[in-house]
């Protein structure tokens, strides 16, 4: 099958380990932040809706707001839960409401923010 890697654009998750690229460990709360991400879009069908000004990062993964079929955004589900920054790299529609959602989390102390 055909397989295309979406990256959340607007945040920047904790790294896991990634033993075949470097021998570096997993970044504090990547496990939380992975666990989220498999719970929500796991078998699920999901929007994704691109930025026209860019659809690609420099890996090629297409670059995607990830929507799920209750109308929730995976990104700001990340964020609320303090298992995301946001991330200004490339501009995109969503960057104030993602600004103000990480700050909610950091003032709250959830996830990486306690």
């Given at each position: ?110 996830g990486m923010w306690q």
């Amino acid at each position: 099958t055909d397989t295309t890697r979406v990256r959340l654009i607007g945040i920047d998750c904790p790294e896991i380990a990634h033993p075949t690229y470097s021998a570096l460990p997993a970044d504090p709360f990547a496990d939380e932040a992975t666990a989220l991400m498999r719970d929500l879009v796991e078998d699920q069908v999901v929007t994704l809706r691109l930025e026209p000004q860019r659809t690609r990062d420099r890996y090629d993964r297409l670059l995607a707001h990830v929507d799920l079929e209750d109308g929730r955004s995976v990104a700001e589900q990340l964020l609320s839960e303090g298992l995301a920054r946001q991330e200004e790299r490339w501009n995109h529609s969503m960057l104030m409401r993602y600004r103000q959602l990480e700050l909610s989390a950091r003032r709250a102390g959830r996830g990486m923010w306690q």
